[in-house]
């Protein structure tokens, strides 16, 4: 079974300073990890994606994520968040022993970025 | 490529009617997903399909069905709207199933069911 649980349902963070969102799972696989964005009353992007390579993953836009086998762990981060940041993130998780991709998505956590 | 397309953006029923949500993609993918976004809960899976002419249940299967009769299309179908339907729903796809393919989704459809 799989799930996942973002830690933190809101955060604030000022223009320029860093962004932290936590996120852990749970896998009794070896699990292929995501971070999606939703900007408001659009669809779900990908940011980035874990698929048992390099432990540190590189997305789009700035955004980075470190996969932590021995804490489940899998934050995303940012050096400087920018207003565009101002959006829902998912953490996401799938086994990969399915054989048709089933995602297990987090709560979400609401990102709201102030000048 | 559009990507994945949602048809309607927004739509409002009343209890008992029936309304069906067309998704289409244009990126030849195999596998295709319906899923409902509700607050504070994100987003779970309804139904999905492995390939032309089938199709299985998600976590929330009831009270909707689905069919794949074309490649490119994924209908989801509400025959009698409850107001717990009052959702944002999505349609994604992929190229095939395995987890680490990610999922293309459309812009969804809000639905207001009164």
């Known amino acids: 079974a799989q799930s996942v649980t973002q830690l933190d349902s809101h955060v604030s963070v000022s223009e320029g300073t860093p962004v932290l969102l936590r996120c852990n799972y749970s896998s009794s696989y070896s699990p292929s990890l995501f971070w999606y964005v939703q900007h408001p009353n659009k669809g779900l992007q990908l940011l980035l994606k874990y698929t048992s390579a390099a432990t540190l993953v590189k997305g789009i836009n700035g955004f980075e994520a470190e996969f932590k086998k021995s804490e489940t762990s899998f934050h995303l981060t940012k050096p400087s968040a920018h207003m565009s940041d101002a959006a829902e993130y998912f953490c996401v998780v799938s086994d990969q022993v399915d054989s048709w991709g089933k995602l297990q998505f987090g709560a979400g956590t609401q990102v709201v970025v102030t000048p | 490529n559009a990507g994945v397309t949602q048809t309607p953006k927004f739509r409002v029923l009343k209890t008992g009617q029936s309304m069906t949500l067309l998704c289409a993609q244009d990126?030849?993918?195999?596998?295709m997903y319906w899923y409902r976004q509700d607050p504070g809960m994100g987003l779970r899976l309804i139904h999905y399909s492995v390939g032309e002419g089938t199709t299985a249940k998600g976590e929330v299967p009831d009270g909707y069905n689905v069919s794949r009769l074309k490649k490119q299309n994924f209908l989801l179908g509400l025959e009698s709207a409850a107001p717990s339907q009052t959702s944002v729903y999505f349609c994604?796809?992929?190229?095939?199933?395995?987890?680490?393919?990610?999922?293309?989704f459309g812009p969804g459809t809000r639905l207001t069911v009164l």
């Open positions: 994604a796809s992929s190229y095939i199933g395995l987890a680490r393919n990610e999922q293309f």
């Open positions: 990126m030849n993918h195999e596998y």
